[in-house]
């Protein structure tokens, strides 16, 4: 799309195609095509990052909130002013606009609490369906996991941390014959194998992740003072150390929003913009089950105003159900040493509206480092004609902050002491230990726990032991109101449900 450089109301200055030294046309992401989705790819190297950051600026300039993680400790440099690199400002001047150096509103998050505010997730909120991917299961050990799940939301057990699920499983194992009934076999062997891969996750220091309070995913749809959107960065450096919590942590997050945020259809602008960082781990290994719900989100969840944007080294990373849904594309250079490399180069060829003027599967192996193929959405939602375009500079910091700077940064959040301190309240573990400890009779898998709490009120109102001095309207009077209470408490359990990734709907 052609236009003027510079500031452009709606749109968001991506480069410039450059011929015989001059500008020949500028391009430009508009605003309200941003939530049709977007893929940034290339070798290491080739300038994927610049170009992750130069939208999330342009975003965030445009009102709309960013998700990103930093995988290299690069990216924090966003709360910072631009230094003036040389290469900046020869691109600036290249491609005909000005460089003016910007800071961006930024808050840092982390799942370990070091760098950033801490993320958290309850086991319940997470689901099934990501946990058993988290834990690397097999079809069978997911099955027992979601009896384990069903059993709990039907007994009214919440699953917070870890050592909720640990009470759940055991007792899950202990009354595998009262679960059998209803739900189909329940193996010790199986139960055994996920507390084991539960020792692994902590291991990761994967426990620090579940828990309270938990995240608030409204917490990232915030502006500053005047107006920009709110550049959220998780610290991944450590976590991908971890790249299975990693991938995963990411998919609950992008759950969250799903499940959370209202229809709204197509905005001016996006309402957040979530950038996934090294996707390729969100789709290895992935069982088929999960990546249709994968599919489904990302198919969806552009009506309730998010753009998910796809940052990768090699387009055959994303399947290719996914890889259609993405409209935006930026295709930094591709290096074809190997016949896989080189059905790469041709595969993100091909999926560019042809240019005959170039050719597109050469220009890919020989782009230079902030040079790409560009082809962004039109007015009407067509790609436009792909184009060798030259990446504009982004405006803050490009690399990482100190120490001191990121304190400055943290002092000043708008969430300095809402997430900081981690709260244990009475959930599945406590309860179960204190059935134990009482000699109550296992519940039975149609919700004897959540009954039992309501039935322990209604004998405290009429007297649990005193039945034999009870008058016949006395006893007819409490039979009313406990079936009520079995009513109320089979309508309570119906409420929990599970929405597309397996987390609790809301």
Do not use: C
Request: hydrophobic letters at 45%; proline letters at 5%.
């Amino acid at each position: 799309m052609s236009g003027t450089p510079g500031t452009t109301p709606g749109k968001i200055l991506v480069g410039a195609t450059v011929k015989e030294g001059k500008p020949r046309d500028y391009r430009y992401l508009t605003l309200a095509l941003g939530n049709r989705h977007g893929l940034i790819a290339g070798a290491t190297g080739g300038g994927k990052t610049v170009s992750l950051q130069l939208l999330a600026e342009g975003f965030s300039n445009a009102g709309a909130s960013v998700f990103l993680a930093d995988v290299k400790g690069d990216l924090a440099g966003l709360s910072q002013p631009g230094d003036g690199k040389p290469a900046f400002i020869a691109r600036a001047k290249e491609i005909g606009v000005s460089y003016e150096p910007d800071r961006f509103p930024v808050v840092f998050w982390d799942v370990f609490g070091e760098q950033g505010h801490p993320v958290r997730a309850s086991i319940s909120a997470m689901g099934p369906l990501l946990l058993s991917r988290l834990l690397d299961l097999n079809d069978t050990q997911e099955g027992v996991l979601n009896v384990v799940f069903k059993a709990a939301d039907e007994q009214g057990l919440l699953l917070l941390d870890l050592k909720d699920l640990r009470a759940m499983l055991a007792h899950v194992a202990e009354n595998a014959a009262t679960y059998r009934a209803k739900y189909g076999n329940v193996a010790s062997a199986s139960v055994g194998a996920i507390q084991r891969q539960l020792l692994v996750l902590e291991s990761q220091g994967g426990e620090k992740f579940f828990g309270e309070p938990a995240l608030d995913i409204l917490d990232f749809l915030r502006v500053d003072r005047d107006g920009r959107g709110v550049i959220n960065i998780v610290a991944a450096d450590r976590l991908m150390r971890a790249p299975r919590i990693y991938a995963t942590f990411l998919l609950w997050m992008l759950s969250e929003l799903f499940e959370t945020l209202p229809e709204v259809g197509d905005l001016d602008k996006p309402k957040l913009v979530f950038f996934f960082d090294e996707a390729h781990l969100l789709f290895n290994d992935t069982p088929k089950a999960l990546l249709a719900a994968i599919e489904q989100v990302v198919r969806l969840i552009r009506s309730k105003g998010v753009g998910v944007y796809f940052v990768t080294q090699n387009p055959l990373d994303v399947p290719d159900t996914v890889l259609g849904q993405l409209g935006n594309r930026i295709q930094h250079a591709l290096r074809a040493f190997t016949p896989r490399d080189q059905k790469a180069v041709r595969a993100a060829a091909e999926t560019f509206r042809d240019n005959p003027q170039i050719d597109e599967a050469d220009v890919i192996m020989h782009l230079g480092v902030g040079e790409a193929l560009v082809s962004m959405l039109d007015a009407k939602g067509t790609p436009e004609i792909v184009e060798r375009t030259l990446i504009a500079p982004p405006s803050a910091r490009v690399g990482p902050i100190s120490v001191d700077e990121r304190a400055a940064i943290m002092a000043a959040s708008p969430f300095a002491g809402k997430y900081d301190t981690m709260i244990d309240r009475e959930s599945a573990f406590e309860k179960l230990e204190a059935r134990a400890g009482k000699g109550e009779a296992a519940s039975d898998a149609a919700g004897g726990g959540l009954l039992g709490t309501l039935g322990g009120i209604l004998g405290g109102i009429f007297g649990k032991g005193d039945r034999k001095r009870m008058s016949p309207a006395e006893l007819a009077a409490r039979a009313a109101i406990q079936s009520a209470a079995r009513s109320a408490g089979t309508q309570i359990a119906r409420q929990i449900l599970r929405g597309v990734l397996g987390g609790m709907s809301k």
